[in-house]
Each structure stands twice: as structure tokens, then as C-alpha cells.
């Protein structure tokens, strides 16, 4: 069989990996560490091919019925 | 003590970790400022025995007295642990797992762990990682695949002496090759292990060196944590553990004495179990394996785990339970003519539970009226307290003395009154409506009072209800209740942006036929509105004679416009507005109710969108104003017009009778073919079901549908002017499928989604053939709850009652439970100013709360009206 990327999945929702000045904007932003940000598992599938590293902030930009675009960060972890 | 500190010279530090460690004997004859030797409690002239389990030393229970080791009194000396020496040393129950875990995977030589050295090392490295990584969870996982590794071997890789297997007879007694290994022994092992080896299975040596398990020196708790009570006969009762403690002393001395004197090794070895048995207890004496210790009564003694534990230990009990004074519990009763922010306390409560007042110099007079009644006359006062804080009690005696005294400064603690403040709050408190904040009205006879349109928060009827009151005791608590709980505060839900509080039952029936088709004369409607306090009858015009909506336009102020629809609209294709047959199409005109009726989509709660627009546009106190004229209106219609149902309420035609019974006969022969269908063989199956499934299925079907049917029929030819059709139309009460089963047919009884197969072999009951698949033997019940229901049926609708009935006691505390775990998971959680979402860490769970930002109580059923906002800006 051949294996899909499931980042093309509709369900899953648009990851992308942040820049650093990027990451320090929105961490400027809501005036947080990086430990106050949601977390996702360095080896999640959605990002594995962002060739994330702990630390890194990803930027989820997801439908919503009520608001039509929700944007979500989390930050990298490992296990 | 604290307040000797300024509070600039605070040291503010976080608690980073606690470490939990097992006491050394050093560390227990360190901290202890007694040593006790005897069991004695007290002298022949009732003082405390020194050395002896009551010893001043160990702190102070008797007013008065000073402690002997910190010099303070009772109240401030926090007590000082004792110890004893033990004559032998003792296994502490809590750590018999442990223990036993250690002797099994060490070599009972060299107390080595039964690994050789290149694998101790290779889990050494594997546990650092994994407490770096993972923290003590994936550490607890490795050192348990360690031990078991360790445990079984035969032969030390160490100093290749042979093991034997290690078992353990509960509670405390370990065997080796079914021979007792004696706790100095064990100790010895124990004391073996090099603190490397002990590291690695996962005891910290400077917290918790596990020699330590095995007990030397037994600390004795403070009297102040089992205080002895002095009975009115003038006799002392001792705390449980003092007399736990009594015991192991005793024993302790006696096995002192056997072992000097050279006593024979079984009697040393039986006081040695007695002291065991003893010690043991005293920590734990709910084991499943020892007799619990009693008292001579023969109830069990409570000591150290009992104490803490279960619902009616110290945590659950003492410091998660917390109790409340100036708080009153009775039950509940209805009152229409209370407005919905007031609680209606009666008398004796009042009494009871008071509001202080400070006395100025110009409410002097006023609060010496109180102190004047005293406690007894109403409205009085029972306390009176001094500026230094010294509280008075008021008696018959003491008045006169008390009115001289009163002057500026003090403070009255008078009765309640009307329109003092309270929270009023329901068990389960599941959301923030369960407490919220009414005006006290002082009422005869014994009831909590509450206008029943506040039911619905509370969740609360009638049938014996209970409900709590507090009286908030500071203007701070006042003032923040009065503004962020009081019941008008909390009209709109902040789950679905809708009214809470609306109209119920009554109210709704009786607003729903005063607006659909009520005539009055002029002088019954001044009657009507005079009732529920509305004297202004400029509304009504000169007319003689005046229809519902016009009485109820009265109500409704003059610039206010709202359209909306009843539960009677069918959604036509085209609407017929003004003209609609139903009279479904509300429409106020400039505060006149011009078409529609009032029903429970406009007034009642959990949808009342023109409730929900008048507390939008008039704001919270008219709303409430509003609601409870509306909810009294409702009612008086009902008192004037009289409101009551009947059996002839489920009289139906003859006509609709026949169609009914037709309808029933069809589905029977519908369902008789199917079965036809199914014995030829001919029936086709669905798609994963066997033959026999789609048969059930396809006649739940059938069936299912000749109810629904069965229910249209009826009510297109019920008497439309019955008060049965009024409530079900209105809302107020009862839904077409009770009427319908009253009148039509009460249908097929299911048991869990499926007809009744349960029974006698191949059939439910004995009064059917074995293998028929008809409706009737089944569970289809054709009959009416009116016409009465044949044995069979009875018994079909029985089970299945009794199956509901079993469920639903069953799920109410499963989901219960799961509810109170959401709420606690969530009960930090705020919005912040930046619109994010928080916990108490301040991390955020959401960056935009609810994704889109909305409070929901601000909006409309949670969508935002945008072209409200629109208009409003123009």
C-alpha cells in the first residue's frame, strides 16, 4: 500500500515551524516563556517533517466554525 | 507571632519540592524532647508521670500550664515529640513491600544486589537517563524491571554464596526456605547494603537508608495531637493512641525486663510478636490480616491510618470539608408573590442568624431599638460586641446594662431583616447559578421561600428540598455578592447566551391563553392588573372591552419592538406574518403586542428570546421586574379563569378512534407480512446483520412509526380548548407522545433498542406460542394508559420501567462523578485581558478564548447580532 502523507489530510490542520524572530515575537506577544505555551511531542506526525527540535514554537492554523481561522502555537518537545 | 513582623520584613520564598524522607533513630532521638519509660499516665495526685506517655515534656493540653520544654501555653505550644527505645527491633508495617522487594534481590551473605557488576552498571546509567528524561515516573518502571531481574537467582555473582526464596506471611513476618527470619536479622541485611546498591533501587541513602524500615526507636506524638478528655464525672478518658501507646510501653518494659533477666527464648519470642502486634496496630489498624485493636467496649481502635484516611478521616473530613457559621438549612417552598431576587427566611431563622452594624453616632438610636427588643422580640439584636473585641451576649438580664453602654464604636449583631443580603445555594453547587445572591423578606411558618422561576438554576422542586442560606458578615462581602451573585446579575447563561431564568409551568400556560384568545371587560382588566401591582392603565385606552394581548401590551414598554416566533409555527414556505392561521408570528409594534402568543419560546427559560431582548435593551433590574410581573400575570389569568385537567381532557372522537386503531391494524399486518417474508426466506438481509436482526429492525421500524402516527392523528383531532392541548401547546407541561399515549396507543415498549425477548424459551411470556414474532407478545402495547392496559402489556411496560428506573440510579452518580472531574480539571482557568485563555500557571490553554473571542453571555443563543450593532451605531 502506499503510505500517504497525512499532512495533506483534511483533518489535520497546517503546521509550520516558526523562525526565531519569529518565535520571539510571539512569545513577546502574549509576554510568556516558552514554558507557558502548549506542547507537542517532537515526534508527532504532523510535524515530522519540519525536522522539529525541543524548543522550536509551531504555528497551527486551524478552521473553526465560529471564526473561520484559529491560529494555535505549541512549542516542541521530546518524549 | 506573625503579627510582630512588619510586613516589609516578609521573606517570600516558593516551595520548589518537597522531599519526603523516612526518620533515622538518629534523627527520631534528636527531635524528641522526652524519653519515655513507663506505661503509667499520671501520680496518685493526678499529675503527669514523668518519662510517662503524658509527660509535660511532650506539650500542654490543661489551660493554664506551661509547656516544659518551649514555656509557652496551651494554644501556642505546638507539642514535642518523645520516643521510646525499643527492646527489640520491629517491622514497620507501611514498609513490608518495600522490605520485602529488598530481601528478595539481595544476597543474604553479602547483601549485595544479585546482579554482577557490569549489569548493576548498565541500570545505573539507564536510571540516570531516565530520570533526566522522564522525571521519578520512568525511573520507577526500570527500578521494578531491575528487582524483578534480581530477584529468583540462586547463586550471589558476587561472593557465590547459594539464596534461598524469600516469602512473606502477612502482615509482618518474612520467611526464608520456610524458616522466620527475625527483624535483627533482617536489619543487619538491610544494613549491608552499600548506599550505592540502595541508590539503584531507588532509596535516596541520605533520605531513606532502608535499615531504617526495620523500627529501633518509636517517636511518641505530642500530647496535644490525642488530648485526653475529662469526663463530667470528673474521670479522664484517654485518646485511642495514647492507650495504643500504653500498650506498646508496657510490652516494650516487659520484654526489657524477660531479656535482663534471661528469660527462655519463647517467651522473649512471643512478647517480641505482642510488641509487633502492638506497633503494628498503632499505624495501621484496619489490616486485613491482624484482628484490629479494641477497645474493652469492643469497638476498634482509631489510630495513625485511621485517621488520616477515608471520608471521615482528617483530609476529606477536616481540611477539604469545611464547615460554616451564620448559614441556615431548611426546605424549600414555592412563592409567586416573592420577586425573583428575594428569599423568603422565616422568622425563627431570623432570629437565629444576625448582620453586625457599627454604631455612629448617627445610627445610635436606630440600633438601640434592636438592643432594646433583645434576642427574644423581633426584630431585636443577640450579641453586642466592645471596641476591644470582647462579644456580649444579650439576655432578658443584661439590656438595661447593654443600652448605657452602646456608644460609637460598637457593634450590634441585630436580626435579619427585609433586605438585608444573602446566598442562597442548592447542592450539587455545579455551576456558578447554584449560588447566588437574594434579598432577605422575613416570612411566618417554617419554609425557605423562592419565586419558582429561580428553580431552574438551583435545579430545585418541591418534593422535600432542602436549600442553604449565608449571610455575608462584611460590607466587602456584601457589596461583592450584591454586584458579581445577585440573581439579576446572573439572568443570561454564559454557556448558551440565552435567559436561565424564565417563566415555568403557570406562567406560561397562563400567559399563553391570555394571549391567545382572552376577552375582558374594562373592569376585569383593572382587576387583573391591580393584582399583580400594575396601576397605571393608560395603556389601556378608553375601550370597553379588551383582549389579552392588550392586557399583556400593558406589561411590555413602549419603545420596544421585538419579532419572533411561537412553537406553533410550522415554518411555512411563505410567511403569513400578521395572518399566520397559528397566531405563531410574534410581533410587537412600539410596546404592543400586535400578533403571536406568548409561549414558552418567548418567555420560558433556556429560550425566551424576548426575555432575552428586554434584558438587553432595559437592562438586568427591568428584567427582573419585568419577569416577575410577567411570571404573577400568568398566574392570576390562571386564578381567574380557573385551570384544571380531567379524563374527558383524553376524550377523542369516534372518528379518530377508528383511525387510530386502522393505523395500529395496518402496522400489525405490515409487520405479519414481514414475518412472512422472513419464515419463506424471501426477507433480505442489511448489510452486516443476519436475517433474523433485519427482521427485528424492519419491525422496530413499523412499530416505531404507528406511535408517531398514532400521535399526529390524535392531536389533529383533540378538542383544541382542553387544558391538556393548552400545556402541551404553550410548553408548560407534557409533550404530544403523553398525550398520545394517554388517548392513541402506547406503542412498542423497548429494552435496551430492541423488543422484549426476554423470558421463557423462545418466548417472553407462557400466555404466547412458542416462536411468535407478533407485536403483542413482544412488548407492542396497543392500549392507552386511559383505556387501561391488558395483563401482557402491563408486564411488558413494567420491565422496561423497571429497566429505566435500575439505569438511571445507576448513570446519575457515574456521570456525576465525571462531571465534578471536568469542573476541577477546568476550575482555573480565566480569560485574561489579552483575550488568551490561563490556568493558574499562567499557561496558556487557549489563545483566543472560545477561537473566536465571543463572551458568550453577551451575545444572542452565542451568535453575535451584527446587525444590531449596525443599527445601535447609527
Redesign the interface.
Given at each position: 500500500m502506499k503510505k500517504s502523507d497525512i499532512t495533506q489530510h483534511v483533518l489535520v490542520p497546517n503546521h509550520t515551524k516558526l523562525s526565531e524572530q519569529k518565535k520571539a515575537d510571539v512569545l513577546k506577544k502574549?509576554n510568556?516563556s516558552v514554558?507557558?505555551?502548549?506542547q507537542i511531542l517532537k515526534s508527532d506526525p504532523a510535524i515530522a517533517r519540519l525536522n522539529p527540535k525541543p524548543g522550536d514554537v509551531i504555528k497551527i492554523v486551524?478552521k473553526?466554525q465560529?471564526?473561520g481561522k484559529?491560529?494555535?502555537?505549541r512549542v516542541v518537545v521530546?518524549? | 507571632m506573625t503579627e510582630d513582623i512588619a510586613p516589609e520584613n516578609y521573606v517570600y520564598k516558593q516551595v520548589r519540592s518537597i522531599q519526603f524522607n523516612i526518620l533515622s533513630p538518629k534523627m527520631i532521638k534528636k527531635m524528641a524532647s522526652a524519653k519515655i519509660v513507663t506505661p503509667e499516665l499520671y501520680d496518685k495526685e493526678g499529675y503527669p508521670v514523668d518519662g510517662g506517655l503524658m509527660d509535660v515534656r511532650l506539650g500542654v493540653i490543661d489551660p493554664g500550664l506551661k509547656c516544659k520544654t518551649c514555656g509557652s501555653k496551651l494554644k501556642e505550644c505546638v507539642g514535642h515529640f518523645g520516643y521510646i527505645s525499643l527492646a527489640r527491633p520491629i517491622i514497620h508495617v507501611n514498609f513490608v513491600k518495600t522490605i520485602l522487594d529488598l530481601l528478595r534481590c539481595t544476597c543474604r551473605e553479602c547483601s549485595r544486589i544479585l546482579l554482577p557488576q557490569d549489569a548493576l552498571d548498565r541500570y545505573n546509567e539507564e536510571i540516570q537517563f531516565s530520570v533526566r528524561?522522564?522525571g521519578s515516573e520512568g525511573s520507577r518502571k526500570k527500578i521494578k524491571e531491575l528487582v524483578k531481574k534480581a530477584r529468583g537467582q540462586g547463586k550471589c555473582p558476587h561472593c557465590k554464596s547459594g539464596q534461598y526464596k524469600v516469602n512473606i506471611e502477612k502482615p509482618t513476618t518474612f520467611l526464608e526456605n520456610e524458616k522466620r527470619i527475625s527483624p535483627i536479622e533482617i536489619r543487619t541485611r538491610l544494613e549491608k547494603i552499600t548506599d550505592e546498591d540502595a541508590s539503584l533501587l531507588g532509596l535516596n541513602p541520605e533520605a531513606a537508608r532502608p535499615e531504617w524500615m526495620v523500627l529501633t526507636v518509636l517517636p511518641i506524638p505530642p500530647v496535644t495531637m490525642r488530648p485526653s478528655i475529662t469526663l463530667e464525672t470528673g474521670e479522664r478518658s484517654e485518646d485511642d493512641l495514647t492507650h495504643k501507646l500504653g500498650d506498646i510501653v508496657r510490652i516494650n518494659q516487659r520484654l526489657f525486663e524477660n531479656i535482663n533477666a534471661g528469660a527462655p527464648e519463647i517467651i522473649i519470642e512471643d512478647l517480641w510478636d505482642l510488641l509487633q502486634y502492638h506497633i503494628t496496630t498503632f499505624f495501621d489498624n484496619s489490616l486485613a490480616q491482624l484482628p484490629p485493636a479494641r477497645h474493652r467496649s469492643g469497638e476498634p481502635l482509631k489510630t495513625l491510618t485511621e485517621r488520616i484516611k477515608s471520608k471521615e478521616g482528617r483530609i476529606r473530613h477536616n481540611l477539604t470539608g469545611k464547615r460554616t457559621n451564620f448559614s441556615a438549612r431548611t426546605v424549600i417552598s414555592p412563592d409567586p408573590m416573592l420577586k425573583i431576587n428575594e428569599v423568603g427566611v422565616p422568622s425563627v431563622i431570623a432570629e437565629k442568624l444576625t448582620v453586625p452594624e457599627r454604631v455612629t453616632g448617627w445610627n445610635i438610636e436606630y440600633l438601640k431599638g434592636f438592643v432594646k427588643n433583645g434576642p427574644k422580640k423581633y426584630p431585636g439584636a443577640n450579641y453586642i460586641i466592645r471596641p476591644d473585641g470582647k462579644k456580649k451576649k444579650l439576655t432578658e438580664e443584661t439590656i438595661e446594662q447593654s443600652l448605657e453602654e452602646l456608644q460609637p464604636g460598637y457593634i450590634v449583631e441585630r436580626h435579619l431583616m427585609d433586605g438585608d443580603i444573602a446566598i442562597f445555594n442548592r447542592q450539587p453547587s455545579l455551576h456558578r447559578v447554584s449560588m447566588m445572591c437574594h434579598r432577605i423578606v422575613v416570612l411566618p411558618y417554617k419554609t425557605l421561600r423562592l419565586n419558582p422561576a429561580v428553580c431552574h438554576p438551583y435545579n430545585a422542586d418541591f418534593d422535600g428540598d432542602e436549600m442553604n442560606l449565608h449571610i455575608p458578615q462584611t460590607e466587602e462581602a456584601r457589596t461583592e455578592a450584591e454586584m458579581l451573585m445577585m440573581v439579576q446579575t446572573q439572568l443570561t447563561s454564559p454557556r448558551y447566551g440565552l435567559s436561565i431564568i424564565g417563566c415555568t409551568q403557570d406562567a406560561i400556560s397562563g400567559n399563553y391563553l391570555l394571549t391567545k384568545d382572552m376577552i375582558f371587560s374594562r373592569s376585569e382588566a383593572g382587576d387583573l392588573l391591580t393584582s399583580i401591582g400594575v396601576m397605571d392603565f393608560s395603556k389601556l385606552g378608553n375601550k370597553e372591552t379588551l383582549t389579552g394581548k392588550e392586557i399583556f401590551s400593558v406589561l411590555l414598554p413602549d419603545d420596544f419592538n421585538f419579532v419572533g416566533r411561537s412553537r406553533a409555527c410550522r415554518k411555512c414556505e411563505t410567511c403569513l406574518k400578521e395572518k399566520c392561521k397559528n397566531d405563531a408570528y410574534v410581533l410587537i409594534r412600539k410596546g404592543r403586542l400586535i400578533s403571536g402568543v406568548m409561549d414558552k419560546a418567548n418567555l420560558g427559560e433556556g429560550q425566551g428570546l424576548m426575555l432575552r431582548n428586554l434584558h438587553k435593551k432595559y437592562g438586568e433590574d427591568f428584567a427582573v421586574d419585568m419577569l416577575g410581573r410577567l411570571f404573577k400575570l400568568g398566574v392570576e389569568v390562571l386564578m381567574k379563569r380557573g385551570f384544571t385537567i380531567s379524563i374527558s381532557d383524553l376524550d377523542i372522537t369516534e372518528e379518530a378512534r377508528l383511525e387510530v386503531e386502522q393505523l395500529i391494524a395496518d402496522a400489525e399486518g405490515r409487520v405479519n407480512e414481514l414475518i412472512d417474508e422472513y419464515r419463506k426466506g424471501e426477507l433480505e438481509a442489511l448489510p452486516g446483520r443476519s436475517l433474523r436482526e433485519t427482521l427485528e429492525v424492519r419491525i422496530m421500524e413499523v412499530l416505531n412509526r404507528t406511535r408517531g402516527d398514532a400521535g399526529k392523528v390524535i392531536s389533529k383531532h383533540t378538542d383544541k380548548a382542553t387544558n391538556l392541548t393548552v400545556m402541551i401547546q404553550s410548553g408548560a407541561r407534557g409533550s404530544s407522545i403523553n398525550q398520545a399515549q394517554m388517548t392513541g396507543c402506547v406503542g412498542q415498549q423497548a429494552l435496551r433498542g430492541k423488543r422484549i425477548e426476554k423470558g421463557y424459551s423462545k418466548r417472553t411470556l407462557s400466555c404466547f406460542i412458542k416462536g411468535n414474532l407478533n407485536p403483542e407478545a413482544h412488548g407492542f402495547i396497543r392500549s392507552t394508559f386511559k383505556g387501561g392496559l391488558k395483563p401482557h402489556e402491563f408486564f411488558f411496560q413494567s420491565m422496561v420501567g423497571r429497566d429505566s428506573l435500575m439505569d438511571t440510579a445507576l448513570r446519575t452518580p457515574k456521570s456525576g462523578y465525571l462531571y465534578r472531574r471536568l469542573a476541577n480539571s477546568l476550575q482555573d482557568l480565566k480569560v485574561e485581558y489579552?483575550g488568551?485563555v490561563?490556568d493558574a500557571?499562567?499557561?496558556?490553554?487557549q489563545?483566543?478564548y472560545?477561537?473566536?473571542?465571543?463572551d458568550v453571555s453577551k451575545s444572542e443563543g452565542g451568535a453575535v447580532n451584527v446587525e444590531r450593532i449596525i443599527a445601535n451605531k447609527s
Open positions: 502574549y510568556i514554558y507557558q505555551l502548549p486551524r473553526s465560529t471564526a484559529h491560529v494555535f502555537y521530546s518524549a | 528524561e522522564t489579552d488568551t490561563r500557571g499562567r499557561r496558556i490553554i489563545f483566543k472560545g477561537e473566536d473571542g465571543v
